[in-house]
Structure formats: C-alpha cells, structure tokens
T-cell receptor
Framework: AQSVTQPDIHITVSEGASLELRCNYS??????LFWYVQSPGQGLQLLLK??????LVQGIKGFEAEFKRSQSSFNLRKPSVHWSDAAEYFC????????????FGQGTELSVKP | DAEITQSPRHKITETGRQVTLACHQT?????MFWYRQDLGHGLRLIHY???????NKGEVSDGYSVSRSNTEDLPLTLESAASSQTSVYFC???????????FGPGTRLTVL
C-alpha cells in the first residue's frame, strides 16, 4: 500500500542551527512530492514541490528539499532556522494517474530554542 | 486575490445532528478535497471532486457526504454526527493533477 513516513514526530533545534526533516515514501510509480507547513490554528501552506527534473528544489522561506529516488526520500532542509519556523511540517506524495490525490505523512512538529 | 474559505471556523454540535461544513474557492479549480486532521494521523482524505456533479469517496468517507453543484463550492455533510467525528476539517483545491493543493483555514468541529 502507498504510504508516507515522517520518522520524527517532534524535533527541537536551536535558532540559527541547521534543520533536516525526513520524509520517506512507498510508491510503485514515479511520485510527485510536496512539503507543507502548518502554524497553530492555520491551514497548510505550500513550501515547495517536486514533479520532475532537478532533484534539489527550492521553496519559500529559505527551505529546500532533495528527492532521492534510490532512498525513496524527500528530506526538507534549511541552513539556519529562525524562531518563526516553529510549526508542524507535512510531507505529501502523489502518484501519476491518481487524479491529484495526496497521501500525507503524520507530520513533524518543530520547536525552536532561543 | 483568489482564496479558499471555510465556514464556520468553529462548531459545537450534539450527537445525532446533521452538520454541514462549507468550503468556497475563488480560483475556479476543478479539483476539491476534504480532509480531517487528528493527532497521530496526519491528514486523511474524506471525499473529493473533479468537477461539477462529480464526487468520490476517500479513505475515511463513512458518515460523510458531499455534493458539487458548482465549481466554487464543495459542502461536507455529516449525516448524523458522532463523537468520533470530532476533528479539524480542511478543504483544499487544485487546478489539476500534478498541481499543488491549496488549503482553507480549517473548521474545528466538536461533537458532544
């Protein structure tokens, strides 16, 4: 069955430190992938997307993600975290010919220490 | 600016009552989706629609229904609310397959 795993439920990093959030997926065909961010009480905001081509994609707010087919991963990174990055982050995966339906990971909550 | 709105933002109801949550988008997107968000489960797909008069069941559709009479709206109805349906509900829309989904602000529903 198709699935998306975010192994880390909660991560705490210090402000200014680098960040990597993990996402692994299990899909039979070529997936397309997204990262979304959710602040408390808000809806989900798109950070970045990968459909094809360059496997390193840039997003908003200084985030980037790298698609690694051999590892079935799409990890999100940021070189220097800001206190305003504290939020919940969701990885989502879609597959060709599935009508745009997405499977979401369970989310990773990011806390930022001053 | 185009947007997607949900109403109400908060709702408290009683077991057995019918409840309808509204979703309205002004992007003229064909695809619309309803999710519920619960701790430990991420977002789970309830129903979705690819256009007017089209509706499809998602992963957790039991006890829910939708109708699509125009492009802009996809209301979600809980036929007989149950405590297990206490959750935060998100509506999303997308232009087509391979396009991102854009989310509304959510509706927090409590069933007592």
């Amino acid at each position: 069955a198709q699935s998306v795993t975010q192994p880390d439920i909660h991560i705490t990093v210090s402000e200014g430190a680098s960040l990597e959030l993990r996402c692994n997926y299990s899909y039979g065909a070529t997936p397309y992938l997204f990262w979304y961010v959710q602040s408390p009480g808000q809806g989900l905001q798109l950070l970045l997307k990968y459909f094809s081509g360059d496997t390193l994609v840039q997003g908003i707010k200084g985030f980037e993600a790298e698609f690694k087919r051999s590892q079935s991963s799409f990890n999100l990174r940021k070189p220097s975290v800001h206190w305003s990055d504290a939020a919940e982050y969701f990885c989502a995966v879609g597959e060709n010919n599935q009508g745009g339906k997405l499977i979401f990971g369970q989310g990773t909550e990011l806390s930022v220490k001053p | 600016d185009a947007e997607i709105t949900q109403s109400p933002r908060h709702k408290i109801t009683e077991t057995g009552r019918q409840v309808t949550l509204a979703c309205h988008q002004t992007w003229n997107h064909n695809n619309m989706f309803w999710y519920r968000q619960d701790l430990g489960h991420g977002l789970r797909l309830i129903h979705y629609s690819y256009g007017v008069q089209d509706t499809n069941k998602g992963e957790v559709s039991d006890g829910y229904s939708v109708s699509r009479s125009n492009t802009e709206d996809l209301p979600l109805t809980l036929e007989s609310a149950a405590s297990s349906q206490t959750s935060v509900y998100f509506c999303a829309s997308s232009e087509s397959e391979y396009r991102p989904q854009y989310f509304g602000p959510g509706t927090r529903l409590t069933v007592l």
